[in-house]
């Protein structure tokens, strides 16, 4: 047995039978062309929970795709780049290689030490921070940089008015950035699928934003005119950014192609079972839409010009994945004004309270946690100085 298989043990969040366990797990040395990382925070996202919950089959034991680590050692033939101790973001989705999809199908960051296989290495999906935020708002690097993907693509219809439906993270981060992107005279609604929701926005308002309930008084209505005090939506160009677990794009995506106002631009963020399809949609793979833009590319982006049953004109995008380039301007964005984004990032724990946290949320669709709403839960790994071997 050589030196490098005596790596001492690491902690780690397993999926197991029945719910997640706090297990320690063998830490491996890269092999050629691999990373070994450390994580310093990661986040737990709403697909993490999707599979938590059994609507995803996901096969990774250890999930977690968002988040800050180090590098600790690399495998032969890395770049110097990666040299140990450079914090680095992993963008989780390959663009070509289906075999590499972060806390998906192969393990994630919820555990002190992380292997990267050397396609995502090699194909530039490890990137280096030139400034990281700090560890908590690291585990809004990831989501931000989908927000601000989604919102170029919406960018293109020059909407006067953005629609976001869900109020999860990817929603309240949607509303916090739109104005940098759609500009500061559009109007933003957000729409609540619940009513502790719209409590939570409420006690976290966004200047400018205007929270709705789906389904009740404030929420536009079908023909765009007044209900509660929402404003019609007249003839200008609309845009609906369907930021929904998979399990609700679809009656967001009906709600949305029921809205007023002028052209149409739905940004099917929220993912789709394969084959999915409307009826107010004929013939459409809306699954097929969402995937045509992955980590960035095509350049220019694909948009997908569709009539619905009542004759609407309304043009369908979305995307998976980002482009290392959405990861650095989120980082950026979250270095340059913290304040916007921070109470976002509800519950800070360690690895144990995350155990217990994931099993709860586990156990039934309520997003509390210690007596407050839930919409960011980061995972602090306490720091673990690399092993000599580690370095060598």
């Given at each position: 047995m050589s030196a490098a298989e005596h790596l001492p043990a690491h902690q780690a969040l397993v999926r197991e039978a029945g719910g997640v366990r706090l297990r320690l797990r063998p830490t491996h040395p890269p092999a050629p062309g691999e990373l070994l990382v450390a994580t310093q925070v990661a986040g737990l996202c709403g697909t993490d929970i999707q599979m938590l919950r059994g609507l995803r089959d996901d096969p990774a034991p250890v999930i977690g795709h968002e988040g800050i680590a180090h590098v600790v050692a690399a495998g032969a033939g890395v770049p110097d780049a990666f040299r140990p101790g450079t914090p680095v973001v992993v963008n989780p989705t390959h663009r070509t290689d289906p075999s590499f999809l972060l806390g998906h199908n192969v393990d994630g960051l919820l555990q002190e030490r992380t292997r990267i296989p050397a396609t995502a290495v090699r194909d530039g999906l490890v990137v280096p921070l030139d400034r990281s935020p700090d560890a908590v708002l690291g585990t809004l690097i990831e989501p931000l940089a989908a927000v601000l993907y989604a919102l170029t693509l919406l960018a293109t219809a020059r909407p006067r008015t953005l629609v976001v439906y869900g109020d999860g993270t990817i929603g309240q981060l949607a509303v916090r950035a739109a104005r940098r992107r759609l500009g500061a005279g559009v109007r933003v609604l957000l729409v609540h699928h619940t009513p502790a929701g719209l409590e939570w926005s409420a006690r976290h308002p966004v200047p400018g934003v205007r929270s709705l309930l789906a389904g009740e008084q404030g929420e536009p209505p079908p023909g765009g005119g007044e209900r509660g005090e929402t404003a019609p939506l007249g003839g200008e160009p609309v845009a609906a950014l369907l930021a929904t677990p998979r399990d609700g794009t679809?009656?967001?995506?009906?709600?949305?192609?029921?809205?007023?106002?002028?052209?149409?631009?739905?940004?099917?963020?929220?993912?789709?079972?394969?084959?999915?399809?409307?009826?107010?949609?004929?013939?459409?793979?809306?699954?097929?839409?969402?995937?045509?833009?992955?980590?960035?590319?095509?350049?220019?982006?694909?948009?997908?010009?569709?009539?619905?049953?009542?004759?609407?004109?309304?043009?369908?995008?979305?995307?998976?994945?980002?482009?290392?380039?959405?990861?650095?301007?989120?980082?950026?964005?979250?270095?340059?004004?913290?304040?916007?984004?921070?109470?976002?990032?509800?519950?800070?724990?360690?690895?144990?309270?995350?155990?217990?946290?994931?099993?709860?949320?586990?156990?039934?669709?309520?997003?509390?946690?210690?007596?407050?709403?839930?919409?960011?839960?980061?995972?602090?790994?306490?720091?673990?100085?690399?092993?000599?071997?580690?370095?060598?």
């Open positions: 679809l009656d967001a995506l009906g709600s949305a192609l029921r809205l007023g106002g002028g052209e149409l631009t739905v940004d099917l963020f929220g993912g789709l079972p394969p084959g999915a399809a409307s009826p107010l949609l004929p013939g459409v793979d809306l699954a097929a839409v969402r995937s045509a833009n992955c980590a960035g590319e095509p350049v220019p982006a694909a948009f997908t010009q569709v009539t619905t049953a009542q004759g609407r004109r309304v043009r369908l995008t979305g995307h998976r994945g980002v482009g290392n380039g959405h990861l650095a301007e989120a980082a950026a964005e979250l270095c340059r004004d913290p304040a916007t984004y921070r109470d976002l990032v509800t519950h800070v724990v360690g690895l144990p309270e995350a155990a217990r946290i994931m099993n709860d949320l586990s156990a039934g669709r309520k997003r509390t946690v210690a007596g407050s709403r839930l919409i960011k839960l980061a995972v602090r790994l306490a720091p673990v100085p690399p092993s000599p071997l580690e370095t060598q």
